[in-house]
């Protein structure tokens, strides 16, 4: 079956812009997760899903990052006022309900100049 | 004190060899513990996943677990050029019982015909 998907692959903006990234999990995972991972670094938890709500934004940097998910399945991360630290590839990763396997994505890798 | 903390290498063997990875955890709660596959450009694949301390094995690989001491390492026999790429050791510390993962930086593993 499909794997989860992530659109675009990459993506370039310009500091100060707004951008969204969105994610499709793998069919009938309810559980959907986003991480960053930077150069040389490990993935780092941002937000979790449980269905249609965050159960755990504890990650997100800031405020100008917000995720959404409204129909329980596709999920958007968006964030504003883009800074050349946003810079980083962003994982969406999903799983089944009470599993504990995380399968990822392959990435959006976000560059902003 | 790192999370969870890897050794980064690179880790160098010989076509053949055994590779062994280790990683530490701080959090005694910790439940779930997972090694990630990641080639240079692409997401963390998922290779092994232990709940229970001991051994546990899957065709090459074997994931062992020790809680008393905190340490889970991953062992890959009969090494092969294509397995050269970091590893990522990830732990489930199940806040409120559902999966965050909090990852280490990663080994890398060169694998040399």
């Known amino acids: 079956g499909a794997g989860v998907s992530q659109t675009p692959s990459n993506k370039v903006t310009e500091k100060g812009k707004y951008v969204e990234l969105r994610c499709d999990p793998i069919s009938g995972h309810t559980a959907l997760y986003w991480y960053r991972q930077s150069l040389g670094q490990g993935p780092e938890f941002l937000i979790y899903f449980q269905g249609t709500g965050a159960a755990d934004d504890s990650g997100l940097p800031n405020d100008r990052f917000f995720a959404v998910r409204p129909e329980g399945s596709v999920s958007t991360l968006k964030i504003q006022r883009t800074e050349r630290g946003d810079s980083a590839v962003y994982l969406c990763?999903?799983?089944?309900?009470?599993?504990?396997?995380?399968?990822f994505g392959p990435g959006t890798r976000l560059t902003v100049l | 004190q790192k999370e969870v903390e890897q050794n980064s290498g690179p880790l160098s063997v010989p076509e053949g060899a055994i590779a062994s990875l280790n990683c530490t955890y701080s959090?005694?709660?910790?439940?779930?513990f997972f090694w990630y596959r990641q080639y240079s450009g692409k997401s963390p694949e998922l290779i092994m996943s232990?709940?229970?301390?001991g051994d546990k094995e899957d065709g090459r690989f074997t994931a062992q677990l020790n809680k008393a001491s905190q340490y889970v390492s991953l062992l890959i026999r009969d090494s092969q050029p294509s397995d050269s790429a970091t590893y990522l050791c990830a732990v489930n510390r199940r806040p409120g019982g559902y999966n965050k993962l909090i990852f280490g930086a990663g080994t890398r593993l060169a694998v040399h015909p």
């Open positions: 232990i709940y229970s301390n």
């Open positions: 990763a999903s799983s089944q309900t009470g599993g504990d396997e995380q399968f």
């Open positions: 959090d005694r709660g910790s439940q779930s």
